[in-house]
């Protein structure tokens, strides 16, 4: 039965004014949710007081007993519609001086992310971002990414503001190309960091694999490759520096990847941030369990690399369908 013609049903029976044709239709929905030993569980708590209620239907509404006494309400426990139903019931059935102390048997409690914001609009975090071309974006928090309007077309153009870690899939049909102020990189195939949060509309170049080429005003600056970095500032001249260590320039990507004595449920919100997912909770799993993990991770990683290793850290499991993420036990 639909909770809306229910709930309308209940309303007349409250007010004495359902008809017998009514009257059967709630009997047969109580029958078929299965029978209890004299009542439906509908609060999903106290058998006696469920015993008695449905003791006063009975006479109220002049309609004869369950005879299946011996069926166990197994599915009205575990089936979360009928549980959202059982609150409406309640409303009706339940009186002022019984108080609710257990806890319904079906329970899961979710942390929701809200609908993530485009990659052009800034946010206070670090995203994981994967474009239309299976390329992935690490924008940092307060940056934005604006892809072209014919971006995976000709060519796969995108403007930067602030920094971003790129990783880039390799297409010599589509060049990756990316604009920050007047400096354009064009990427041969490669990661690398750009950050033009400097001064003086200052732009850093770190290659931490492969190549890239990079121009101003239609003149190639330099060709970098594997722990090179170009600083491109307005009317100066650019010089290629070679790095011994890229690792300080890009460590941001993975800071909010270290976990010390973090519990699962902050763990979770990070994730929830970063990957645009939504994180569901069984009621068995102990979101305040703690863990410590450092400097493990890079910052590239997939959702499910960081999960596979917390995860299995803390002895749970967990699965992915879509956006939505359910840690379980084991």
Known sequence: ??????????????????????????????????????????DVTDDAYLGDQYSLFQQRAMLKPVTNRRRIWKRVAAAAAVIAVSS??????????????????????????????????????DRHLVLPDSSVVLLRAGSTLKLSDSFNQAERLVTLNG????????????????????????????????????????????????????????????VLTKNQELVCRDRQPA???????????????????????????TICQRLSARYQVNFTFDRAVNKEKRVTITDAFYGTESLNDILDIVCTTLGYTYSVTGNAVTITTL
């Open 163 to 222: 920094e971003a870690y790129f990783d880039i899939r390799q297409n010599a049909r589509q060049p990756f190309i990316v604009r920050c102020a007047n400096v354009y990189t064009y990427v041969l195939g490669t990661a690398f960091n750009i950050n033009t949060q400097g001064k003086d509309r200052q732009v850093t170049i770190t290659v931490t694999s492969g190549k890239v080429r990079v121009e101003r005003e239609n003149k190639i600056m330099a």
């Open 88 to 125: 409406l019931l309640a409303r009706y059935f339940y009186p002022l001086s019984v108080t609710n102390t257990r806890q319904p048997v079906a329970v899961v409690t979710s942390h929701h992310a809200p609908l993530p914001p485009a990659p052009d609009e800034a946010v206070n975090y």
């Open 1 to 42: 039965m639909e909770q809306e013609k229910l709930h309308q049903l209940l309303e007349k029976y409250h007010a004495g004014q359902c008809s017998d044709a009514e009257l059967e239709a709630l009997q047969q929905w109580y029958e078929s949710l299965g029978g209890a030993p004299e009542a439906p569980h509908w």
């Open 239 to 265: 010089i290629p520096a070679t790095l011994e260590n890229v690792t300080p320039k890009v460590e941001w990507m993975a800071k909010d990847l270290l976990f010390n004595e973090t519990s699962l449920e």
